[in-house]
Structures are given as C-alpha cells and as structure tokens.
T-cell receptor, first 113, second 114 residues
Framework: DAGVTQSPTHLIKTRGQQVTLRCSPK?????VSWYQQALGQGPQFIFQ???????QRGNFPDRFSGHQFPNYSSELNVNALLLGDSALYLC????????????FGPGTRLTVL | GENVEQHPSTLSVQEGDSAVIKCTYS??????FPWYKQELGKRPQLIID?????GEKKDQRIAVTLNKTAKHFSLHITETQPEDSAVYFC?????????????FGTGTRLLVSP
C-alpha cells in the first residue's frame, strides 16, 4: 500500500522564479492538502483540493496556486518566489468519505536564493 | 480562526522520566486533536490522536488527555527513551467527513538524555 509521495525531494530556485511541486496521495485517498513548514515552525495550511477544486484556503497570497488531477494527484505552484518562501512543503492526503486522519508525505525542501 | 498554543518550546528529561506537553486551542468547534512527532528532516508522523467525544486515550507509553471545557489537551510520554527525542506538534481541526484543516502548535523540542 503506497503512502503519500512527493517530488522533488529538494529544489533550489532564485528570487522571482516559479516552482511546481508534486504530490501523489495515499492509495484510496482523494483529498490533498498542502502545508508550508518554515524552519523551526509548525506546518501552516496552504490549501486543500477535492474533486479537482480548491475547497479550503489558508492565509497565503495568490502567488500560491494548485491543481488536482483526475487521479487525485496534486501540484503546488508558487510564482514570483521570495526568500521567505524557503521552507519544507508538505502534502497530506485523506479520504473525503471518512474522518480518517491526514497522512503526510516526506516533503519537498525548497530553498530560494 | 483557530489558534493553537503549545508549551513548553523545549523540554529536557532524563531517560525513564515522564514528559508532558500542553496545548490550548481557541475554536470551541474543533473536534479532532492529533499529535505528530517529527524527526530532523523527516515528515510529521502521527503518534496519537483524540476526538472530542473522548477525554483520554492511551497507546502503550503515550497518552493524550482532552479538556473541552478549558479547551486544552496534553501529551504524556512515560518511561522516556532516547529515541523519543524529536520535535512534537499538537494540532486541532474541525473534521467534517475528511475536510480537515489542521492548525498546528509551534512545536516542542524534546531531548531525552541517557
């Protein structure tokens, strides 16, 4: 049973660039949430996707956008990167038909120079 | 919106001692409270969770208690071992059939010395 997977593992970008991060949910899960974890902080909710639509959004600017595909995988896009976007980006999946907990992927470490 | 406060930020104990981490939440509608353990460079791993219809839950050396009236919940680790050393996060959520938005505390760095 495959768990949540994310790619790439690490990424280095420069200010102003754009980045795309990818996530495949745990088998049987259809809901994907994205979190940003800055160094020394707890994860912060970015947004959640279900049925290819954004269902909830945290306090993040429009530079952060996402997409969910018919196979439930998801992408997180960040435009016009800032130094402050450097963080661990975590994807978590769950099932919309249950109250099951969220399971996290290994994360993508983004460094913005 | 929901706000979760977590204390202490760091906790050092001797192997075999107990460790207690406390969290408070602001939104009385929150009904799901998981605890995650995160080792350096790794993903948060769920170690125990509790739902609002339960006051206490135990799993071997780990227990969580919930006081809905006071809006606080605590993690208790007994007989600590060096491998318990990690950062622990509490979180609160309103669960409606999967539409969870986890709000995390700021984390507690637990160091267990042999």
């Amino acid at each position: 049973d495959a768990g949540v997977t994310q790619s790439p593992t690490h990424l280095i970008k420069t200010r102003g660039q754009q980045v795309t991060l990818r996530c495949s949910p745990k088998s049987g899960h259809d809901t994907v949430s994205w979190y940003q974890q800055a160094l020394g902080q707890g994860p912060q909710f970015i947004f959640q996707y279900y049925e290819e639509e954004e269902r909830q959004r945290g306090n993040f600017p429009d530079r952060f956008s996402g997409h969910q595909f018919p196979n439930y995988s998801s992408e997180l896009n960040v435009n016009a990167l800032l130094l402050g976007d450097s963080a661990l980006y975590l994807c978590a999946s769950t099932s919309a038909l249950s109250t099951d907990t969220q399971y996290f992927g290994p994360g993508t470490r983004l460094t913005v120079l | 919106g929901e706000n979760v406060e977590q204390h202490p930020s760091t906790l050092s104990v001797q192997e075999g001692d107990s460790a207690v981490i406390k969290c408070t939440y602001s939104d009385s509608a929150s009904n799901y409270f998981p605890w995650y353990k995160q080792e350096l460079g790794k993903r948060p791993q769920l170690i125990i969770d509790i739902r609002s219809n339960v006051g206490e839950k135990k799993d071997q050396r780990i227990a969580v208690t919930l006081n809905k009236t006071a809006k606080h919940f605590s993690l208790h680790i007994t007989e600590t071992q060096p491998e318990d050393s990690a950062v622990y996060f509490c979180a609160a959520s309103i669960v409606n059939t999967g539409f969870q938005k986890l709000v995390f505390g700021t984390g507690t760095r637990l160091l267990v010395s042999p």
